[in-house]
């Protein structure tokens, strides 16, 4: 357990300086590019290394290929890992260049906003951004490899560096970029530098001598492979869905929707992030028969992602203006535009629990070798969740608000989903993983709505610095409520758990 908390320390810290990293690129965008048409390019071009960020530590590639080589050892693994990395550095690179064959089709789609005359002018861009797709497999290989072999920070610490390296060339780079080509270079350059620190680290998988042997994968893995990243793809790619769906009501929108979703993104991913990181090959060698110890492990990391998520909620829907105006109150942003960050915001932070317990179950279903599961799941989600968009255009009122509904939704079938899966016909999983979430929701309420009522009645409008105070003491209270409830039952399910030792 000490060694655990070591290493979810280790983990979290590089996990932060990879998110803030992330965060700070996306303040220098807001402060120069601001709501613009040109800043809804920019964040299309980086949609592309994002993706494939987030496939890679909220767990795509490494959810697929981690268990199968945590079962291999010494050479036989460095092997088995080149291998992969030569077929699917192979694949992305044929698909990069088809789609750099509909790269203005594609930009179309992805910034549905954007005038005509601006999706000509930027399609060169988009061009040049896809052959980072092929660099960006390459890397979900070795970050795979890395924590296989129990080596957790890294992958972060490349994170680190490629948004370093984009900050480093938009506080720099000042000269007229009218065509974002220049851009477009820096995130190949960026995302080659993380390519080269990661397989540097990774250079035992290039030695001549090591061999496949008879562990060469089949048909059955490269099943198993192509399921598992389709659905973990089709999880992690749902934002930029329903950022596209924002995107529809105008210019800007789209950077309204990114710079709300980072506000989401942060805590989520400092959350989650460690949790998968650390407990997917944790969660591989549990043998397949028991599988009550494998819901157990399951369940107390949903109990504290409920924790802590209803904490984050109850901080931002008392104190969330306040922060995001001194977040983003700067440069090219106006307060107008700070403030639709921050409603917009408030609404997707409602999801953060079901996202959490969506990504720690798709985990889990990935570590039983059921990736056919997740992507089933994950394909209805997103249907409900696309219907439902469409209930509200033909039948309700439709504003800004109203196109925030697909998010809500898709995590929350998602999760549900995925509960019922992992309980494998035992319901005792499911109503005790629902009994926690509901009980972490009505603590949230109690404390919440009588801080709200408090705040708006006698601190209509706290400044920056007391909005900062409180989102600490407000956040210390929700934790504490919360945990005095859970961890009890935490304890009594950890020594439940040794007496059947």
């Not at 996990?15 to 803030?20: D, P, W």
């Not at 490349?158 to 720099?172: D, K, Q």
């Not at 219907?387 to 809500?408: A, E």
Request: with cysteine.
């Amino acid at each position: 357990m000490k060694s655990l908390f070591v290493t979810m320390s280790l983990v979290s810290f590089a996990l932060l300086l990879g998110r803030l990293s992330g965060f700070l690129r996306d303040l220098i965008l807001a402060g120069r590019y601001g709501v613009t048409e040109q800043a809804d390019i920019v964040i299309v071009l980086l949609s592309l290394p994002d993706f494939t960020v987030g496939l890679l530590l909220a767990g795509g590639f490494s959810a697929v290929l981690t268990p199968r080589l945590c079962k291999a050892h010494g050479q036989e693994r460095q092997a088995l890992a080149r291998y992969i990395a030569v077929v699917v550095g192979l694949a992305f690179s044929l698909l990069a260049g088809c789609l750099a064959l509909w790269s203005g089709p594609l930009l179309a789609l992805l910034a549905p906003s954007a005038s005509s005359q601006a999706l000509s002018i930027y399609e060169m861009a988009m061009t040049i951004t896809l052959i980072s797709l092929p660099v960006a497999a390459l890397t979900g290989v070795f970050v795979s490899f890395l924590n296989a072999n129990e080596i957790f920070v890294l992958p972060n610490l490349g994170t680190l560096a490629f948004n370093a390296s984009i900050c480093v060339f938009l506080i720099a780079w000042w000269q007229n970029d009218e065509k974002l080509l220049a851009f477009a270079s820096a995130i190949i350059g960026a995302s080659l530098i993380r390519l080269s620190l990661l397989g540097f680290n990774s250079r035992g998988l290039f030695r001549r001598s090591i061999q496949l042997g008879s562990s060469k994968p089949g048909l059955p893995f490269w099943s198993d492979f192509g399921a598992g990243v389709l659905s973990l793809s089709l999880l992690v790619a749902m934002p930029i869905i329903f950022r596209t769906i924002y995107a529809t009501g105008g210019e800007g929108n789209l950077a309204i929707f990114n710079y709300s979703y980072k506000l989401f993104e942060l805590p989520s991913a400092l959350i989650f992030g460690p949790l998968v990181t650390i407990l997917l090959p944790r969660l591989s060698k549990i043998p397949d028969n028991e599988l009550e110890k494998f819901q157990a492990q399951v369940l107390n990391a949903i109990k504290g992602i409920a924790v802590l998520s209803a904490a984050i909620i109850g901080v931002w829907l008392c104190v969330g203006e306040g922060l995001t105006k001194l977040i983003f109150l700067r440069g090219a942003m106006s307060l107008q535009d700070v403030l639709r960050i921050a409603e917009t915001s408030q609404y997707l932070f409602l999801a953060l629990p079901f996202a959490g317990v969506t990504f720690m179950t798709t985990i889990g279903l990935n570590a039983l070798g059921l990736p056919r599961l997740v992507l089933r799941n994950s394909i209805i989600a997103a249907a409900l969740a696309t219907g439902s968009q469409f209930v509200v255009i033909n039948y309700g009122q439709v504003n800004q608000t109203w196109l925030l509904l697909p998010f809500l939704v898709f995590y929350f079938v998602h999760s549900g989903l995925n509960i019922v899966n992992l309980s494998k016909g035992k319901w005792t999983f499911v109503t005790e993983t629902v009994k926690q979430l509901i009980l972490v929701a009505c603590i949230t309420f109690v404390v919440s709505v009588p801080l709200l009522w408090g705040l708006s009645r006698w601190i209509p409008e706290p400044s920056i610095l007391l909005s900062c105070f409180l989102a600490v003491v407000i956040g210390i209270l929700l934790v504490a409520a919360n945990a005095l409830t859970v961890l009890p039952l935490m304890r009594a399910a950890l020594a439940e758990s040794k007496e059947r030792r």
